[in-house]
């Protein structure tokens, strides 16, 4: 029996891969490039379609210029500060 697989976080890895890379205006294939892979493997990555290694996970990190756990992190909607004026 394996371990069930989170697709929610293999997406949410694939999500933060993408908002990284667009940041440093990284095309996919720069991306790739850097990484030393095909580009088509980064699309798979950036779209949920694989669950890649921790290794490949800091790999990407490295070349994108975070810290790995960044890429596990889900983005919180900010706090509507014009309610909290109100109060």
Do not use: C, W
């Not at 394996?2 to 667009?22: A, C, F, M, P």
């Not at 790739?32 to 990190?61: C, M, P, W, Y």
Request: no cysteine.
């Amino acid at each position: 029996m394996g371990i069930k697989q989170d697709s929610k976080g293999i997406l949410l890895v694939g999500t933060n891969v993408r908002k990284y890379r667009t940041l440093l205006n990284l095309s996919v294939r720069d991306l790739a490039n850097l990484l030393e892979t095909d580009h088509s493997q980064i699309n798979r990555i950036e779209l949920g379609k694989v669950n890649t290694s921790i290794g490949i996970i800091f790999a990407i990190a490295e070349a994108l210029k975070v810290e790995p756990f960044k890429l596990f992190l889900e983005d919180k909607p900010a706090k509507d500060t014009k309610a909290l004026k109100k109060i």
